[in-house]
Each structure stands twice: as C-alpha cells, then as structure tokens.
C-alpha cells in the first residue's frame, strides 16, 4: 500500500514540469537564510520557556530504535557490538598495563528512522527547496552543502500538545483518518491549547503506542494525521515545529483531493518550518500536559538530511 501512495506522490508532485526561478519567493529571513523557523529562536523565547518548568519533571520524546524496527522503505537500521583487538579472550593488558576490556558499536543506518528531525534540505518540489535552494546547487553524495541539519541551533522552545485522539474520543486514531483546520481548532479551544509563534506543536493520536508493537506492517503502511489543508492553517500560525506521534506527519493514504505528504512542502520548503516524527507523546497526553519546555540538542552529522533525536520535554 504505501509503495502505491509513493508512486502517486512521485506522480503528483512531478507532473507539472520544472520551476521556474521567478516562481521562487525568497524567505523572509532573507535570501542567504539556512535555518528557516529557527529564527524565531531568541534569548527572551529561551527564557520563557524556562518558566514553564514548575514540577521537575521530564520526559522522552524519541521512542526506542531497534535494528529491524518498521521505517518508511528503504531505510533500516543494523547495530553490531564489537570488542577490537580482543577475540579469542585476549585483554588489553599489553596496550593498557592492566586486563582492560571494552565494547564499541557499529552501525549501519538511516537518519530518518524512528524519532527524527526533518531538515530543511529534506523534501521539496520540482527540485526546488525551502529559500529557493535548487537541488543542483546544494545536493551531493556526500552531504548537503546547505540546508543540512548540522546548521540548526539547539532547539528551546515553548512546547504545546494537541491530544487528537482525545479530540475524537478514542484511545487510537484509525489508519488513514485525516485531521482537519477545524479538527485543529476545535481540539485547541476544548484543550485550552493556544499555538504562540516559535512553538514546536505535537499532536498525538495514540497510533504509535496502539500499532508499532501489535501491527507493524499497518503502523508502516497508514497513519492517521494532517489534511494538505491543515498544514497550511498551522503555518499560519508561524510555529518553529510541528510533529506527532506517526512516522510521517500527514494522513496515508490522503484525504480525497490531497497530495500524499504534501504538509512536508507546505511546512519545510514554503515556510522553513521543521518536522518531527515518531514522537513519543503518550505520557504528554496521559498527563494532560499541555505545555512545556522543548529541548533538542541534535547530533550535528554535517550535510545530513535528517536526524535520529530524543528531545527532551520538561514541566
């Protein structure tokens, strides 16, 4: 199922033939800026979000990877323990002067699978990227030479949670069900959620926790989240970051008359704004915390796409 919603992507968004430079509008922060809605970060945001800690609390936003996990194809992750230079029992009494052993990993993987950070140099249109970036001036084999995740600054914001499947009164949002501008809106007021500029806004629709473990397969291949239409409505609303608690954003399949993953285009390329996915929401939504204070600190890999994170949610 999803290798047929990724050739319709594939389809949709390549169609109409190539951009033009004048079709391009330069970003706000002006034509050089690399790091988008990260701009929004200041010494008063950061300070204000400090204040949202009140009971010492914290909390894990990135779920466990495991080798073998479900990722959108083809990305995979191997992991290898290896104990250099000690096989056979041997120690390392000759290179130490004492019986040191020691274990060391070896990993083979994708950045984008599991909780991850999606960059700015992620995912555009017709070859184009947020800042009017074309693929042929900034994509190599060998990393991005803009836009790549290394460029982001640590992430400290004020957090929000949008509990969806509260919303709609389940424990689970269903496969494929979208969520709407007014879905958004009515879930806020009845949540006393309020979106500020520079926010990061997790939705959570209890997906991840009912579907990752018992049904892989269907967690991989759907996922409940944004209509093309929502992803504009929230970009309106100037956040630094929108996520969830799905491997992807948006609703798979799309809603009737949508364009799968077509969000990530409103959000990285049109507005500098990130993406987080698969994260872990549910303590956040078990609790009714609403707000919080956001931190992420991503492994800084330069030229990356994406990065694996575990942000950290403190109140």
């Known amino acids: 199922m999803l290798k047929k919603w990724l050739i319709s992507a594939a389809f949709a ?8 430079a004048q079709d391009c509008k330069p970003s706000k922060w002006g034509a050089n800026d690399e790091i988008g809605a990260a701009n929004y970060i200041t010494p008063q945001s950061v300070l204000a979000a400090t204040k949202l800690v009140k009971m010492g609390q914290t909390h894990p936003l990135g779920i466990v990877v495991e080798p073998g996990m479900p990722a959108f194809p083809p990305r995979s992750v191997s992991l290898q323990i290896v104990s250099p230079g000690q096989h056979n029992g041997r120690d390392l009494t000759k290179d130490f002067g004492w019986p040191a052993v020691y274990n060391d990993d070896l990993a083979q993987l994708w950045f984008g699978v599991g909780p991850q950070l999606d960059g700015l140099g992620h995912l555009g249109e017709k070859n ?19 836009l790549g995740t290394d460029k982001v600054p640590p992430m400290v914001a004020r957090g ?8 709609f009164k389940v424990e689970s949002m269903a496969p494929g069900q979208a969520i709407t501008p007014a879905d958004i809106d009515a879930a806020m007021k009845a949540q006393g959620v309020q979106i500020r500029q520079g926010d990061v806004v997790l ?8 579907k990752l473990k018992s049904d892989p397969k269907t967690w991989v291949s759907t996922q409940p989240g944004l209509t093309n239409a929502a992803a504009v409505h929230l970009a309106k609303m100037n956040p630094m970051a929108v996520g969830a608690d799905t491997w992807g954003l948006e609703a798979v399949p799309p809603a009737p008359g949508d364009r799968v993953f077509y969000g990530h285009v409103t959000f990285l390329k049109e507005h500098g704004i990130y993406i987080l996915e698969t994260m872990n929401t549910g303590r956040l939504a078990k609790e009714s915390v609403k707000e919080f204070m956001f931190v992420l600190g991503q492994a800084r890999v330069k030229g990356a796409v994406q990065m694996m994170i575990n942000p950290v949610a403190m109140w």
């Open 13 to 20: 968004i390549g169609a109409s033939g190539v951009v033009l």
């Open 128 to 146: 184009l990227y947020y800042n009017c970036n074309h693929a042929f001036d900034f994509v190599t084999l060998t990393g991005l030479t803009k």
């Open 160 to 167: 929000v949670l949008i509990d969806m499947a509260k919303h």
């Open 203 to 210: 939705f959570h629709t209890g997906y991840t926790d009912a």
